[in-house]
């Protein structure tokens, strides 16, 4: 795709959602795509290649919450993968300082790649385990927001974000459809970590891509022993 279909893909689309992109960051969301599709032909950092698809699935799904981090200091992302949601928002929002997570080395190698190439500032790529991270003194409960697409059942990803949010701060927890069940079950774990459903955004996206997206407000401190040891809560989930 040239420059120019880009850039009228991206601004009909993120005009939908009522987010304003200016051309630098147009330039730099156009330029990381080709990065990671570059880099996808040997690692593994995506299923969607089409960059039509990359635009929607990636891009204008990962900027969709752009108008709740407005307010935000410092922002992290868990399980970043690719860097959705975490690159495309940091483009958007160059004052923000972001912390970018991610299990995979190699991914963060990639995120690295990406940083230097699109000069990003206050920005940290960190290779780490959220339940391990969140041991740290230096992470645990000191950003303002948590956010998070694709990466587990909202009881598990409580237990990966809340640690890390200071009181009053935020989780946003990016969902597809049909969460009703998720919700429900979350309930027990919410209580225990310190967290409070506080509104539930339905949304559709360009493309008919429905969308929920989860704000966990942090009412109490998380204890001490949460998170427990890496892969328990996934097994045995709260």
């Known amino acids: 795709m040239e420059y120019k279909e880009f850039e009228k893909e991206i601004l009909e689309n993120s005009k939908e959602i009522n987010v304003v992109i200016t ?4 330039k730099s969301l156009y330029q990381y795509m080709k990065l990671m599709l570059e880099w ?12 039509k698809e990359v635009i ?17 200091n410092k922002i992290m992302d868990i399980g970043t993968g690719a860097g959705f949601p975490g690159i495309p928002l940091k483009i ?5 300082e972001f912390i970018l997570v991610d299990s995979l080395n190699k ?23 959220a339940e391990e991270l969140a041991k740290n003194k230096k992470y645990r409960e000191n950003v303002d927001i948590v956010v998070s697409r694709a990466v587990a059942r ?18 946003i927890c990016m969902k597809g459809p049909n969460i009703e069940e998720e919700l429900e079950e979350s309930k027990k774990a919410l209580d225990i970590l310190g967290g409070k ?9 360009p493309g008919n891509l429905e969308r929920n997206i989860v704000l966990i407000r942090k009412i109490k401190r998380t204890p001490g022993k949460y998170p ?11």
């Open 56 to 72: 929607l699935k990636h891009f204008i799904d990962s900027i969709s919450i752009n108008k709740y981090i407005k307010e935000a």
């Open 154 to 171: 909202l009881r598990v990803l409580a237990e990966y974000m809340l640690p890390f949010v200071q009181e009053n701060g935020l989780c």
């Open 40 to 51: 996808n032909k040997n690692i593994n950092l995506t299923a969607i290649t089409d960059e």
């Open 23 to 26: 051309e630098d960051e147009i």
């Open 107 to 129: 991914r963060i190698n990639f995120l690295e790649e990406v940083k230097k190439e699109l000069y990003l500032n206050k920005l940290e790529l960190l290779h780490a385990r």
């Open 92 to 96: 958007l929002n160059k004052d923000i």
């Open 228 to 238: 427990r040891k890496a892969g328990i809560p996934v097994k045995q989930p709260l």
């Open 197 to 205: 459903i506080e509104n539930i955004e339905h949304i559709i996206l």
